[in-house]
């Protein structure tokens, strides 16, 4: 009876101490490959709005949709600007090849024509904004793209969260960036980019609102801040989708010409 | 400055045809260094108005005919009406809804130059007005038409400066059929090219910063087969339709020297009518295969069509004082485009081989075979945002006879190429974009080797909010040292700023 008592007491103990014992098991690269997973799908489309602030509060806005689907490794990705007017059916296509570069084509509506590009800078501005095109991409590293390395834990935004360092192996703009992971999403919900060894982060991401649709967490708003200048852009998801059948026509120069999949 | 004897047009007093009707076209005998392609003398042009006019009414029709249509606004296949997040994991396709759409953009803008008389003082040209583009889409049918009102002080509206395009487009199983009027870009290059042969340019208003505003929409019909990384481009236009220029021997665009304004002002000339113009057997077509492989673009262009510059036959107007004919040389090409892209470069690349009717450069009065070729890089320059490209191109005249002053070759030669069978230019141009986009410079020049010729357009744009837009933009003309002849030379007087306002919506 006793050795029972016995037994069910470190079951109870061992059940307390779970969650500890399984958040400490948490590495940088375990929570960061979370964060990946998350945002994860083979195929996605998002209707996004962009509002470029500038450091008197004044802004502008811009539209734009994308479409991204994975098949065998390799995405391909096609972007369309709905405005302003002066970019209003821009549409660039990006296919990722196996060696691990992109082709890249744009459709320029005052020529009418499609053009072969050389793929964007990765630290560019992208339309003007705080985002670099490969801040657009992802606002994170993969485990194999940087060590991460866990620092500790914190209550943001009333959210737990974890702060991942993570040091980018990868050519980046970055030197480091530190990453505030909501501990129940996955999400990220700040990141803060480092360029040099400044002591203080060239810009801040900080994530404004997130959703639970259907069982997946999304990022709904979030919003860019480069301290140097104090501008910031937000960026709006206002539709999402994933995973769902996508037409590859969508993923072809002839859509880019034509804005049909024929 | 003497006027154009027309025949049929009755002389002056002083035994000088006067100046023709406002709006006539005319082609004139300057070579254009700088693209490759030559032009040649007076030639009145209203007969294709009419013509243009009355392919625009049947476009027009049809264009109403094929209603109800829209316009690409996103992928409204897959995303809702409402701005809200959609559940994911299920596809939820919308079915297709036909709609219009409307862009365009409404402007005034206002260039100086010096006077021509060397007065010192400054003219002023009022430019702007309204442009429109309209689009319909259907589930198997587009329409588009681009229209343009941009009216100035001193010439009226035509149906070709009101339709900068004009069509109707049919979509089947891989591919699409396009009919109307239609502006098309063949080539790898940055806007500069050597085997874009699809439209006539336009130099009525020398050269600016827009190869889209300078190009002539023609009546063509084009379909395109699309099949994996691979198109199939097959076109046929109906008409011969030659390269526009500035229509009064006087005005500052012209590329009349003095001397052949003399020349075709004292000479009968027998015009090409629109009849001959539009003749069946003036039929052109064409054929370009474009296909991805690897990290490169690469195409094969099949043309049989003319040089769209007119040749001048003046054999009878030197040895008896007879007539100057005017003709144009059939021609086929034979080319390859590419556009490899390696890091932030862009190399791109255009050769072909013109094969003329007079394929043994034994008959003066039309063009010889030539050889055509343009090698360009573009670089995106780290951490700027901005873009530069440079582009050599050029051409080599086979059978050139510089001992025949009468050839047209040689005539073209000697305005355009001091004088050689070759003839080689490099373009430069660096767009730089600031501020967040906000402010844009960009700087083009151009420089004709063989001529010292050289062209120089820089702007910049400030946009005042996202959709209205201030650009400053000049142009300048001339030539470096004690240079030959040439049209840049022609144009030193030109050079102008310009200050423009422009809504977009």
């Known amino acids: 009876m006793k050795t029972t008592r016995q037994a069910l007491g470190i079951t109870i103990i061992l059940v307390l101490l779970l969650p500890w014992m399984l958040a400490a098991q948490e590495t940088g690269n375990s929570i960061m490959q979370k964060v990946m997973d998350t945002q994860a799908a083979t195929s996605s489309a998002m209707d996004i709005r962009l509002t470029l602030i500038d450091s008197n509060g004044e802004t502008r806005e811009r539209r734009i949709q ?109 030197v480091k960036t530190t990453t505030w992971v909501d501990k129940e999403s996955f999400l990220p919900l700040r990141v803060e980019f480092y360029e040099q060894q400044a002591a203080d982060p060239s810009k801040v991401l900080t994530t404004e609102e997130t959703a639970l649709v259907d069982g997946r967490w999304l990022t709904r708003s979030i919003t860019m801040r480069t301290a140097a200048n104090n501008h910031s852009t937000r960026i709006e998801i206002l539709q999402a989708k994933f995973d769902i059948p996508m037409n590859s026509g969508y993923f072809t120069t002839a859509f880019l010409e034509t804005g049909r999949t024929q | 400055m003497k006027g154009i004897n027309t025949p049929g047009q009755a002389l002056d007093e002083r035994g000088f045809a006067s100046l023709p009707p406002q709006r006539a076209r005319y082609f004139t005998l300057r070579s254009l260094h700088s693209l490759g392609r030559a032009t040649s003398k007076l030639i009145p042009f209203p007969s294709l108005r009419l013509e243009m006019k009355g392919i625009v009414s049947i476009l027009v029709v049809l264009l109403l005919a094929s209603l109800p249509l829209s316009a690409f606004d996103g992928f409204t296949d897959i995303f809702g009406p409402t701005d809200e997040v959609a559940v994911t994991g299920t596809s939820q396709e919308t079915p297709f809804d036909p709609s219009l759409g409307i862009n365009g953009s409404v402007g005034f803008s206002i260039e100086g130059m010096r006077a021509l008389d060397n007065t010192r003082e400054i003219e002023t040209a009022i430019g702007g007005g309204l442009e429109i583009d309209l689009a319909w889409k259907g589930s198997i049918v587009d329409a588009q038409a681009k229209l343009a009102l941009k009216p100035t002080i001193d010439t009226p509206l035509q149906w070709i400066d009101i339709f900068k395009g004009l069509s109707i487009t049919s979509y089947f199983n891989g591919g699409r059929l396009e009919a109307g009027l239609l502006k098309k870009e063949w080539g790898a290059g940055d806007g500069v090219h050597v085997v874009d042969v699809l439209n006539a340019p336009d130099y009525r208003n020398g050269i600016v910063d827009d190869s889209l505003a300078m190009k002539v929409a023609e009546p063509m019909v084009l379909t395109t087969a699309n099949w994996n990384n691979t198109a199939l481009e097959v076109v046929y236009k109906p008409l011969l339709v030659p390269m526009l220029v500035a229509e009064d021997p006087a005005h500052r665009w012209s590329m009349l020297t003095e001397g052949q304004a ?26 370009r295969l474009v296909g991805t492989f690897g990290p490169a673009d690469l195409g094969l262009i099949y043309y049989n069509g003319f040089y769209t ?75 700027t945002g901005a873009y530069a490209s440079i582009t050599c191109h050029g051409q080599y005249i086979l059978g050139f006879d510089e ?25 430069a141009a660096v767009d730089i974009p ?33 959709d209205l837009v201030l650009k400053v933009a000049g142009r300048l003309f001339g030539a470096v040292g004690d240079a030959p002849d040439s049209l840049f030379k022609t144009w030193a007087a030109n050079d102008s700023l310009a200050v423009g306002i422009t809504y977009l919506f």
Do not use: C
């Open chain 2, 262 to 287: 003399t020349l075709f002002s004292t000479a009968t000339v027998n015009q090409t009518t629109s009849a001959e113009l539009s003749r069946f057997a003036n039929g052109q077509y064409g054929g």
């Open chain 2, 434 to 466: 600031l501020a967040r986009e906000r402010v844009t410079v960009r700087l083009a020049g151009t420089y004709q080797i063989e001529t010292k010729g050289y062209a120089l357009l820089p702007s910049v744009m400030y946009s005042i909010s996202d």
């Open chain 1, 66 to 174: 994308t479409l991204s689907i994975t098949e065998n490794g390799l995405t391909n990705t096609i972007t369309v600007f709905l405005s302003p007017a002066s970019v209003k059916n821009t549409r660039f296509l990006t296919r990722e090849r196996s060696d691990g570069n992109d082709d890249q084509w744009i459709y320029l509506p005052a020529l009418g024509r499609v053009k072969r590009i050389a793929a964007s800078e990765g630290n560019g501005s992208f339309m003007g904004s705080d985002f670099t095109y490969a801040d657009m991409a992802s606002t994170t590293y993969d485990t194999q793209e940087a060590d991460h390395t866990l620092l500790g834990d914190a209550v943001l935004l009333d959210r737990q969260a974890y702060i991942v360092q993570s040091v980018p192996r990868i050519v980046s703009p970055y």
């Open chain 2, 309 to 383: 510059m007119p040749a001048y036959d003046v054999r009878a107007y030197y040895s008896s004082g007879g007539a100057i004919d005017i003709g144009f040389t059939r021609a086929q090409l034979f080319a390859t485009e590419a556009t490899v892209v390696t890091g932030v470069f862009t190399f791109m690349f255009e050769g072909g081989f013109w094969l003329s009717e007079d394929a043994s450069a034994t008959e003066p009065e039309t063009y010889n075979s030539k050889w055509v070729y343009l090698g360009a890089v573009g670089i995106r320059i780290p951490g």
């Open chain 2, 403 to 427: 001992t025949n002053p009468i050839d047209v070759d040689t005539m073209q030669a000697n305005q355009s190429s001091d004088g050689k069978a070759y003839m080689n230019t490099l373009t």
